[in-house]
C-alpha cells in the first residue's frame, strides 16, 4: 500500500525558508511522477512544482526562482525547498505521487504559515 506523510511545515516569516520532505512507502518515488500541491483557504488546489521519474522538474510561475523540488532516492523521498516565502505561500502543502499507470495518491498535507 502506498502511503505518503509530508514533513517540514510550520510558521515562518516573510523572507524565511522552509524544507518539506514526502517519505514514500510501497512504492519507489524514483519509478513516479513526484509533485507538490498547495490548498490556501478558499482556493483550489494548484500545482507548485513537480518532478518526473525521469529527473525533469517544472514549477508553477509563482515560485519560479524561489522553490526547488528535489529527490532522494536512497531515502525514497521528495523534497520541496521553499525560500523567499511570501505570505501569499501560506497554504496547505500536498505531496502527490503519480505511477506511470492507475490511480494517484495523495499525503495528508502540511501546513505552511508565513507571517508578514
Known amino acids: 500500500q502506498v502511503q505518503l506523510v509530508e514533513t517540514g511545515g510550520g510558521l515562518v516569516q516573510a523572507g524565511g525558508s522552509l524544507r518539506l520532505s514526502c517519505a514514500a512507502s510501497g512504492t519507489f518515488v524514483s519509478n513516479n511522477h513526484m509533485g507538490w500541491y498547495r490548498q490556501a483557504p478558499g482556493k483550489q488546489r494548484e500545482l507548485v512544482a513537480a518532478i518526473t521519474s525521469g529527473g525533469r522538474t517544472n514549477y508553477a510561475d509563482s515560485v519560479k526562482g524561489r522553490f526547488t523540488i528535489s529527490r532522494d532516492n536512497a531515502k525514497n523521498t521528495v523534497y520541496l525547498q521553499m525560500n523567499l516565502l511570501k505570505p501569499e505561500d501560506t497554504a496547505v502543502y500536498y505531496c502527490?505521487?503519480?505511477?506511470?499507470?492507475?490511480?494517484?495518491?495523495w499525503g495528508k498535507g502540511t501546513l505552511v504559515t508565513v507571517s508578514s
Open positions: 502527490n505521487l503519480q505511477p506511470p499507470y492507475g490511480r494517484d495518491y
